[in-house]
């Protein structure tokens, strides 16, 4: 890609290629002749009178068990954790049905992989709601499952619901379908899902990348036509996921990292609290629940425009006005303390004993931002921010 983008000439982002990577329909048939074995096993072991009930893994012939990768740790750099699903283990409900539900995952993927159609996670939910219980207990199966074959989810041919939003007349998208795809700059158009697109283009030269944590702050700042704001420096482009990000909000925001020069910056605006810093961080480092995939998913580029809790006493927001923290707020303020980037605007909140949400600028002083104070507050604050850090990145 060129390093400049010049108006009206398109530019082609094209996607990355697959990678070669295990056979998926063979990695879920391994998973359940290995299931069936050991269940053959069990009842070989019923029928011998001096079988035994050693508890240990690989060893007992009286307990099925099957293993998968455990996502939610972090490990060092070749080195895999894992966890395993045991039959029959001690509860109360019945210790058959998380193998019910995992196999009912693997059964879905696997009839996708082998007709070629696609589903989604909510497809597979709705199969069978009483089993399932909730969506959660899907979307942790489908990403165990991507992981401990190490292949993509796309690649067993699942596919999340997208919910993220992008507004900006700049960017078009070429689906496989054969139609294309033209965001406006007065209202939101959804993302499609990676699989989908051919290519985006780049109709015209851009000068920033706002990422809003809010849909309802979105959908306020496209009312406001923001992307094309005749007070900011060049065109833009608003994405939002709707709170924490979906899978094809993040691969958009980390193909246009991958891809526009350094001089467009890609900013975020959230909350001035734990949750929203949270999000930004999915954005910026990636996951824990998709490390594996974190490597094609976070954008190191995405700057952190605000809401920063030093900041609210400059835009004349009283202290009174603001949310005092909770515990709760506290237990995610630790848990995110790890990244050193924003761990000072954290010891902030936490002496301060205050968060702020965006909101918050819809009611503070016109004057507390300098520059044009005929704007309302948060379109000022949105402007005075947008412009320092495009210079910035102009000239570093």
């Known amino acids: 890609m060129d390093s400049q983008i010049l108006p009206n000439e398109d530019m082609e982002i094209e996607e990355d290629d697959e990678l070669e990577s295990p056979d998926a329909t063979q990695a879920m048939e391994n998973m359940a002749i290995s299931f069936l074995q050991q269940l053959d096993q069990v009842f ?171 849909d309802a702050i979105f959908q306020h700042l496209c009312r406001l036509q923001l992307t094309k704001h005749p007070s900011l420096q060049g065109r833009g482009l608003l994405i939002t996921g709707k709170g924490y990000p979906d899978m094809a909000t993040r691969h958009l925001v980390k193909t246009l990292s991958d891809n526009l020069p350094t001089s467009v910056p890609i900013m975020a605006l959230v909350d001035g609290d734990a949750f929203g810093i949270d999000i930004l961080s999915v954005y910026k480092y990636g996951s824990r629940a998709l490390q594996h995939e974190n490597y094609k998913l976070a954008a190191g580029r995405v700057k952190w425009l605000g809401l920063w809790s030093s900041e609210l006493a400059t835009l004349g927001i009283d202290r009174d006005t603001l949310i005092p923290i909770s515990k709760h707020d506290e237990k995610k303020v630790c848990l995110t303390f790890h990244y050193s980037a924003i761990r000072k605007e954290l010891m902030h909140m936490l002496h301060n004993r205050r968060k702020a949400e965006i909101e918050i600028l819809y009611t503070s002083r016109p004057d507390a931002s300098p520059g044009n104070n005929s704007h309302p507050p948060l379109l000022q604050y949105l402007i005075t921010k947008i412009t320092s850090f495009v210079s910035s990145a102009k000239h570093p």
Not at 92 to 99: H, V
Not at 118 to 133: A, E, F, S
Not at 148 to 172: H, P, W
Request: proline residues 5%; contains cysteine; aromatic residues 6%.
């Open 44 to 214: 070989c072991s019923d029928d011998d009178p001096g079988s035994s009930e050693d508890d240990s893994p690989g060893t007992k012939s009286s307990i099925v068990r099957l293993q998968l990768t455990d996502r939610t740790k972090r490990t060092r750099h070749g080195t895999t954790d894992t966890k395993y699903i045991s039959y029959p283990r001690k509860c109360t409900t019945g210790s058959a049905r998380p193998f019910a539900q995992l196999f009912h995952v693997l059964d879905s993927m696997h009839e996708s992989v082998i007709s070629g159609v696609p589903v989604t996670k909510r497809d597979i939910y709705y199969k069978d709601v009483p089993l399932l219980k909730t969506q959660r207990t899907v979307d942790n199966l489908v990403d165990d499952l991507a992981a401990t074959f190490d292949l993509e989810r796309s690649q067993l041919n699942v596919r999340a619901t997208s919910k993220g939003l992008i507004c900006g007349s700049s960017l078009t998208f070429r689906l496989n379908s054969g139609t294309t795809l033209c965001p406006s700059d007065t209202d939101g158009s959804l993302i499609p899902v990676g699989e989908d697109i051919q290519t985006f283009s780049l109709t015209e030269e851009i000068s920033w990348v706002l990422i809003v944590e809010k």
